[in-house]
């Protein structure tokens, strides 16, 4: 017999040293979720060939020393020992040096409040510790983790830690991953990660950082990800303003995510380093303008991704993203955008995706994307502009555009939309013009759109709906004119739909009196809403 599976049952104690004896194989025993209050020594010292302990969710308080004696022979290993939670409030001085070939170890829930080096003594092999969800845990000291050297994962979260020794990460050369979010820690000391070489992912989100001294993250030469979100940040720049660079160093870094602090300032020097970063996200913070600059991206040439969402931007001036030359997507969300200057795109000849969705916009100015040619023709493919004050769209707005596949101009003001203010868009899939005031549509205003799939007018003021509009539309799957203010539905020739690709239309909640067509003309049509 080789697995034991005891979990879910209500074991009070261990089972004996005699009835362990008979299974000299066993590889793997799980007594998860039962009501065990302590292992005593040498509670495995038969089990040789034990190479997974399963011991989470008992009422596990004290382990005696030795408890894991003999557990390991020569030659083999246990790989995964786990006594989560447990309400454990201190483990033993070397608790754990008989596990020597020990690969994963997770301590959650308990009661313990500190840890150092006598706890990890022996684990030369660890490759993973998990030590999270330990509300009682306030501190690690010097050193704690300094015989783990083979150690790659450390997750260190959801703790309730307030600060951490300057030297507790020393010596944990191969370390890749190592998350300390969600607990409660106000600083870093300079040089806190300079031993971790082989870092690649730091999570130091969702703590109470207020600021950050330059050099905390001195050393951290393979770095690629770094989280700092949800933090009380207010400014990257330390009282001196002495230009100092708070990134310095991190030249292999592909992903920052400083969102959901209270940033007002930013300096440029910061970024300098920079090179290789993919994603910035600096979202819901108190940025405006005077820091979001040229001279802010200037470096960050490789930049693909920039999150500026739920900040203070009023106006994006024209030189702002002139560095960004490899910009995907581009996501302001939620600022307090009056104006965007004409060529303030200008440099983004690959970007993607716009978002300018719930700021203040009140109109387009006619050149914003009339960079684009024929020689070097637009690659973006959703745009959105929700949520602002456009009240007319101008005739060609969007020419440029040609491979444009969704738009979104739901919830502005729009009244009327200009003579073909939708020339170009013949790879248009999608089409948002829900929520504005529109009472009339010219019959040709959708000519253009000869591939759209998806259109959706509802919540506007339109009185009568005239499925000539469609006449063009021979894609058109989807429509909804929901909300609007329809009396009637006027057709002309009814054969020319026979073939038409329509399959949902809703006109629920409108005052419909008259019905001039039978509707069954669009054979295709698979759902209608007329309630």
């Known amino acids: 017999l080789e697995r034991i599976d005891l979990s879910v049952n209500k074991l009070k104690s261990m089972i004996s040293i005699s009835t362990l004896m008979k299974f000299a194989n066993l590889k793997s025993l799980n007594i ?4 065990l209050e302590m292992l005593k020594s040498e509670s495995f010292s038969c089990l040789t060939n034990l190479e997974s302990l399963i011991l989470h969710d008992n009422n596990i308080k004290t382990i005696e020393p030795n408890a894991f004696k003999n557990l390991v022979k020569k030659n083999s290993t246990i790989t995964n020992l786990d006594f989560g939670s447990n309400p454990i409030e201190s483990l033993t001085k070397n608790i754990f040096d008989r596990l020597n ?11 313990l409040k500190s840890l150092n080096l006598s706890h990890f003594q022996g684990l030369s092999n660890l490759a993973i510790l998990t030590v999270k969800e330990n509300s009682h845990l306030h501190a690690i000291e010097d050193m704690s983790f300094v015989n783990l050297t083979d150690l790659v994962e450390l997750d260190l979260s959801y703790n309730n830690l307030t600060e951490i020794a300057a030297n507790a990460f020393n010596c944990l050369f191969r370390l890749n991953d190592l998350k300390l979010n969600s607990n409660s820690i106000e600083r870093l000391h300079r040089d806190q990660f300079a031993s971790l070489k082989s870092l690649i992912s730091l999570n130091l989100s969702q ?5 950050i001294e330059p050099g905390s993250f001195n050393g951290l030469a393979s770095l690629k990800s770094l989280f700092i979100y949800e933090n009380k940040l207010s400014s990257l720049d330390n009282d001196d303003d002495d230009g100092s660079n708070l990134f310095e160093g991190l030249t292999e870094l592909t992903l920052l995510n400083l969102s959901s602090n209270q940033i007002t300032k930013c300096g440029a ?9 993919n994603e910035l996200n600096l979202s819901s913070n108190l940025l405006d303008e005077r820091s979001i600059n040229a001279e802010l991206f200037g470096n960050l040439s490789a930049l693909s991704t920039l999150i ?5 931007m009023k106006t994006i001036n024209g030189s702002t993203f002139s560095a960004l030359i490899n910009l995907k997507t581009l996501e302001m969300l939620n600022n307090k955008l009056t104006h965007i200057d004409d060529n303030a795109f200008e440099s983004l000849l690959n970007i993607e995706l716009i978002c300018l969705g719930s700021n203040h916009l009140t109109e387009l100015n006619a050149h914003l994307f009339n960079y684009f040619n024929r020689n070097n023709p637009s690659l973006l493919l959703n745009l959105s502009l929700c949520n602002n004050n456009l009240v007319e769209l101008n005739e060609n707005a969007f020419s440029s555009l040609v491979n444009l596949e969704i738009l979104n101009l739901d919830s502005n003001r729009l009244i009327q939309l200009g003579q073909n203010c939708f020339g170009g868009l013949g790879k248009l899939l999608e089409l948002k013009i829900s929520n504005n005031l529109i009472d009339h549509l010219d019959s040709a205003i959708f000519k253009p759109l000869s591939n759209l799939h998806s259109l959706d007018l509802s919540n506007n003021s339109l009185d009568e709906l005239d499925l000539s509009l469609l006449n063009d539309l021979d894609h058109l799957t989807t429509m909804t004119m ?29 005052d419909l009196e008259t019905i001039e067509c039978s509707l069954s003309c669009f054979r295709n049509l698979h759902t209608i809403h007329l309630n």
Do not use: P, V, W
């Open 207 to 211: 703590n109470r950082l207020k600021r």
């Open 32 to 35: 998860s979720m039962n009501r």
């Open 482 to 510: 929901k909300n609007n203010r329809i009396k009637s539905i006027l057709i002309g020739n009814e054969s020319i739909y026979h073939r038409h690709l329509l399959r949902s239309l809703n006109l629920s909640f409108n």
């Open 269 to 277: 020097n910061h970024f300098r380093d920079l090179a290789n970063l």
């Open 101 to 111: 070939n020990l690969n994963l170890l997770t301590i959650t829930n308990s009661r």
């Open 308 to 312: 500026l969402s739920n900040n203070q």
